[in-house]
């Protein structure tokens, strides 16, 4: 029997009483690992009243006893790294290897909640005036709602949940239903750790869902990782409910390549950032922009992604794995034709990859183009597949121009060997994320994730710093203790004294 997905709902792994039920396949064989419900909305509002009653205690749970909560959390995701990774593999496709490497990254935040209580301290000043003090506290917003992609399973909603409750939330989470079983993991390794019932929630469906979670009462504070489309509609619709909203949309990423870089370095790098994880990344490489001689690179680069193969999670030979699903493949194979119509010259195709024994998995090999102009689709829209495109230019300020001239801000890189060129780069390219030699320049959580323009709807952004401040509200006390029973006189104006 299929197993059937249950949804989180105060401390409890429930099944769903809903009629609309989702599969769950392998993308490498179509074979259907469960079922994953659409919550009813009588589900969704009893998941958001288990959290909001759950906030009422946990917001005055010491901040030391939060941190050990997540203490103890991150010890048992080490712990079962691999076990986590193995079945994230096995429900996106991912290759172990990249999967080791979600699960890790996603830890990584967990530890940066572990501080907690240095990140959310206050700030003081005394005699602000005569005798008086001002001080400022921050404090939790209450329900926090996190709906989260395919491609990071395990990543992104540790970007989301153990920030928000470590600083004294509840949260509501609505994985994507196309590989729900990583995030079940994740909480209940949460639950584990011994976090208290009712802290995370985990509903599960599609648009109507995520629309009821938007324009709930009970839920301040909106995060959301995903295309462009859907992140201005999460992002419009939070917004016009009052609500805080940091939506992560599309991305076009753009490596530069200088003519003094380490040509080797160069296609070891891009062919990784571009294809790895069959290029289902945001922050994906998938515009090379070849400045000057580099050009001359581009023969040796096309026999680098040629030499790359997908295949299965388990094969230690296998480059990447298969896309999410067929509709995925469908619409990447429809940009590569588009390509071709266009007049870009097709270096390398991968739009007849097969790979032994899994007649019906969502393979694409690696493609790689040349000839590209700013107006084809290929380089218009972001193609969310194993396709590099290449841009030649004759300048490092027209490569500039191109990148700044793209609505895109996610990540950009350069490689070169000039401290003279990477200091321009970096200065003037209107990129929130910027790598010198560093293919895809994801900072590590004491920082945060920083995409900008249309990469980004929101002010505060994920994770570190900024994290915090998005999933608190700033508290400011300004006090004066008198001394004595006289009084001087009423004050007037707004100036203390």
Same mark, same amino acid.
């Given at each position: 029997?299929?197993?059937?997905?249950?949804?989180?709902?105060?401390?409890?792994?429930?099944?769903?009483?809903?009629?609309?039920?989702?599969?769950?396949?392998?993308?490498?064989?179509?074979?259907?690992?469960?079922?994953?419900?659409?919550?009813?909305?009588?589900?969704?509002?009893?998941?958001?009243?288990?959290?909001?009653?759950?906030?009422?205690?946990?917001?005055?749970?010491?901040?030391?006893?939060?941190?050990?909560?997540?203490?103890?959390?991150?010890?048992?995701?080490?712990?079962?790294?691999?076990?986590?990774?193995?079945?994230?593999?096995?429900?996106?496709?991912?290759?172990?290897?990249?999967?080791?490497?979600?699960?890790? @990254?996603?830890?990584?935040?967990?530890?940066?909640?572990?501080?907690?209580?240095?990140?959310?301290?206050?700030?003081?000043?005394?005699?602000?005036?005569?005798?008086?003090?001002?001080?400022?506290?921050?404090?939790?917003?209450?329900?926090?709602?996190?709906?989260?992609?395919?491609?990071?399973? #395990?990543?992104?909603?540790?970007?989301?949940?153990?920030?928000?409750?470590?600083?004294?939330?509840?949260?509501?989470?609505?994985?994507?239903?196309?590989?729900?079983?990583?995030?079940?993991?994740?909480?209940?390794?949460?639950?584990?750790?011994?976090?208290?019932?009712?802290?995370?929630?985990?509903?599960?469906?599609?648009?109507?869902?995520?629309?009821?979670?938007?324009?709930?009462?009970?839920?301040?504070?909106?995060?959301?990782?995903?295309?462009?489309?859907?992140?201005?509609?999460?992002?419009?619709?939070?917004?016009?409910?009052?609500?805080?909203?940091?939506?992560?949309?599309?991305?076009?990423?753009?490596?530069?390549?200088?003519?003094?870089?380490?040509?080797?370095?160069?296609?070891?790098?891009?062919?990784?950032?571009?294809?790895? #994880?069959?290029?289902?990344?945001?922050?994906?490489?998938?515009?090379?922009?070849?400045?000057?001689?580099? @050009?001359?690179?581009?023969?040796?680069?096309?026999?680098?992604? #040629?030499?790359?193969?997908?295949?299965?999670?388990?094969?230690?030979?296998?480059?990447?794995?298969?896309?999410?699903?067929?509709?995925?493949?469908?619409?990447?194979?429809?940009?590569?034709?588009?390509?071709?119509?266009?007049?870009?010259?097709?270096?390398?195709?991968?739009?007849?990859?097969?790979?032994?024994?899994?007649?019906?998995?969502?393979?694409?090999?690696?493609?790689?183009?040349?000839?590209?102009?700013?107006?084809?689709?290929?380089?218009?829209?972001?193609?969310?597949?194993?396709?590099?495109?290449?841009?030649?230019?004759?300048?490092?300020?027209?490569?500039?121009?191109?990148?700044?001239?793209?609505?895109?801000?996610?990540?950009?890189?350069?490689?070169?060997?000039?401290?003279?060129?990477?200091?321009?780069?970096?200065?003037?390219?209107?990129?929130?994320?910027?790598?010198?030699?560093?293919?895809?320049?994801?900072?590590?959580?004491?920082?945060?994730?920083?995409?900008? @323009?249309?990469?980004?709807?929101?002010?505060?952004?994920?994770?570190?710093?900024?994290?915090?401040?998005?999933?608190?509200?700033?508290?400011?006390?300004?006090?004066?203790?008198?001394?004595?029973?006289? #009084?001087?006189?009423?004050?007037?104006?707004?100036?203390?004294?």
């Amino acid at each position: 029997m299929t197993k059937k997905v249950p949804l989180l709902i105060n401390g409890e792994m429930v099944q769903s009483k809903t009629q609309h039920w989702i599969p769950v396949t392998n993308p490498a064989t179509q074979e259907v690992i469960a079922e994953v419900p659409c919550a009813t909305p009588d589900e969704v509002n009893h998941a958001v009243a288990m959290a909001k009653a759950a906030f009422q205690t946990w917001k005055e749970v010491p901040v030391s006893d939060r941190a050990r909560v997540m203490l103890r959390y991150q010890a048992l995701l080490k712990e079962h790294h691999d076990e986590i990774a193995t079945l994230l593999s096995q429900e996106t496709g991912k290759t172990f290897e990249d999967a080791k490497g979600d699960v890790w @990254r996603g830890i990584e935040v967990v530890e940066h909640a572990c501080h907690i209580a240095s990140l959310s301290m206050g700030e003081t000043v005394e005699n602000v005036a005569r005798k008086v003090d001002c001080y400022s506290y921050t404090q939790p917003l209450g329900v926090c709602v996190g709906i989260t992609p395919f491609n990071f399973p #395990a990543m992104i909603p540790l970007w989301m949940f153990p920030m928000a409750i470590a600083c004294g939330n509840t949260f509501v989470l609505k994985p994507s239903e196309q590989d729900p079983l990583t995030p079940m993991r994740l909480a209940e390794l949460f639950q584990q750790a011994g976090a208290p019932a009712g802290l995370l929630q985990i509903v599960h469906g599609t648009k109507d869902v995520v629309d009821q979670l938007l324009v709930h009462p009970d839920t301040p504070a909106i995060s959301f990782v995903g295309s462009v489309a859907v992140g201005e509609h999460i992002y419009k619709t939070g917004t016009d409910h009052m609500k805080r909203v940091q939506a992560f949309a599309g991305a076009k990423n753009h490596m530069v390549i200088m003519p003094d870089a380490q040509k080797s370095h160069v296609i070891n790098n891009l062919v990784g950032s571009s294809v790895g #994880a069959a290029g289902q990344r945001c922050m994906a490489i998938s515009v090379a922009v070849f400045v000057g001689a580099s @050009r001359e690179w581009i023969p040796e680069l096309t026999d680098a992604l #040629a030499k790359v193969r997908p295949g299965v999670w388990n094969d230690p030979q296998a480059g990447y794995g298969p896309l999410i699903n067929p509709q995925a493949k469908q619409r990447v194979l429809r940009f590569i034709q588009e390509g071709k119509d266009a007049g870009a010259e097709c270096l390398l195709d991968g739009s007849d990859c097969k790979v032994d024994g899994y007649p019906e998995g969502n393979w694409i090999g690696p493609t790689f183009f040349k000839g590209v102009t700013t107006e084809m689709s290929i380089y218009t829209e972001e193609i969310f597949g194993p396709v590099l495109i290449a841009i030649e230019v004759d300048t490092l300020e027209q490569a500039i121009e191109l990148i700044n001239a793209n609505p895109y801000g996610n990540g950009t890189s350069i490689f070169t060997a000039s401290g003279a060129a990477a200091r321009k780069y970096q200065h003037e390219i209107q990129v929130g994320q910027v790598g010198i030699n560093v293919p895809v320049p994801v900072p590590l959580p004491f920082f945060s994730f920083t995409g900008w @323009r249309k990469s980004f709807y929101g002010d505060q952004h994920a994770y570190g710093k900024q994290a915090v401040r998005f999933y608190t509200e700033t508290k400011t006390v300004t006090a004066r203790w008198f001394e004595d029973d006289l #009084a001087s006189g009423p004050n007037m104006t707004i100036q203390l004294k």
